[in-house]
C-alpha cells in the first residue's frame, strides 16, 4: 500500500527558506514521478511542482514558484524534497505532496507551512 | 487555465447536483474530479472525465470532452457535503485545478 508522509513545515519569516520532505513507502516505479500541491488557508487547491522519477519527464514548477522553489529526489531513502526560498505570506498554505497516476491516485494528509513575522 | 462553476451551491439530500468545469483550451478528455472534505487530502472520484473510480459511488457521474466537462450527483447525500475539484492533466506533468465548488446544505 502507497504511503507518502510530509514532514518540516512550520513557521518562517518572510524572506526565510524552508525545505519539506515527503518520505513514499510501497511505490511503484512504474509511476511517472511526484507533485507539490498546495492549499493556502480557506483557498482551493494549486499544483506547485513536479519531479520524474527517471529522466524522461525532469523537474517542472508553477510560474509562481520557478526560480524560489527547487523539487530533488533522494532515491536511497525514497524521499522527496520541496526546498522554498524567498517565501513571501502568500505562500502559506497546507504544501501536500502527491502522485497522480489514474485510477491510482495517492496524497500525504499535507504539512503546513505559516510565513510570518 | 480551469474554471469551474458555480463557486458554492445549497442543495438539499436527494437533490440532483451538477457542477461544471471550462478549460480555456481543448483537454481531450483528460479531466478528473476530486472531493475534499475539510482537513483532508482530495479524494479522486472520476477521471478520463467520465470513469469511476473504484469504490465510487454510482450516484457521481461526469462527462465532457474538449473544453466542457460536468460532474453531476444524481441524489445528493449527506456524506457528499464537501468542495469539488476539477483538474486538467493534458498538460501533465503541469497539471491544474479548478477554483472549486463548495457543496453545502440548504
Known amino acids: 500500500q502507497v504511503q507518502l508522509v510530509e514532514s518540516g513545515g512550520g513557521v518562517v519569516p518572510p524572506g526565510g527558506s524552508l525545505r519539506l520532505s515527503c518520505v513514499a513507502s510501497?511505490?511503484?516505479?512504474?509511476?511517472?514521478?511526484m507533485h507539490w500541491v498546495r492549499q493556502a488557508p480557506g483557498r482551493g487547491l494549486e499544483w506547485v511542482a513536479f519531479?520524474?522519477?527517471?529522466?524522461?519527464?525532469?523537474?517542472h514548477y508553477a510560474d509562481a514558484m520557478r526560480g524560489r522553489f527547487t523539487v530533488s529526489r533522494d532515491k536511497s531513502t525514497n524521499t522527496l524534497y520541496l526546498e522554498m526560498s524567498s517565501l513571501k505570506p502568500d505562500d502559506t498554505a497546507v504544501y501536500y505532496c502527491?502522485?497522480?497516476?489514474?485510477?491510482?491516485?495517492?496524497w500525504g494528509q499535507g504539512v503546513l507551512v505559516t510565513v510570518s513575522s | 487555465q480551469l474554471t469551474q462553476s458555480p463557486s458554492s451551491l445549497s442543495a438539499s439530500v436527494g437533490d440532483r447536483v451538477t457542477v461544471t468545469c471550462r478549460a480555456s483550451?481543448?483537454?481531450?478528455?483528460?479531466l478528473a474530479w476530486y472531493q475534499q472534505k475539510p482537513g483532508k487530502p482530495p479524494k479522486l472520484l472520476i477521471y478520463?472525465?467520465?470513469t469511476l473510480q473504484s469504490g465510487v459511488p454510482s450516484r457521481f457521474g461526469g462527462s465532457g470532452s474538449g473544453t466542457d466537462f460536468t460532474l453531476t450527483i444524481s441524489s445528493l447525500q449527506p456524506e457528499d457535503f464537501a468542495t469539488y475539484y476539477c483538474?486538467?492533466?493534458?498538460?501533465?506533468?503541469?497539471?491544474?485545478f479548478g477554483g472549486g465548488t463548495k457543496v453545502e446544505i440548504k
Open positions: 502527491a502522485i497522480f497516476a489514474a485510477p491510482e491516485d495517492f
Open positions: 510501497g511505490i511503484s516505479f512504474s509511476f511517472l514521478g
Open positions: 519531479m520524474g522519477f527517471d529522466g524522461s519527464y525532469g523537474e
Open positions: 483550451q481543448g483537454i481531450v478528455g483528460a
Open positions: 478520463d472525465a467520465s
Open positions: 483538474q486538467q492533466f493534458h498538460s501533465y506533468p503541469q497539471v491544474t
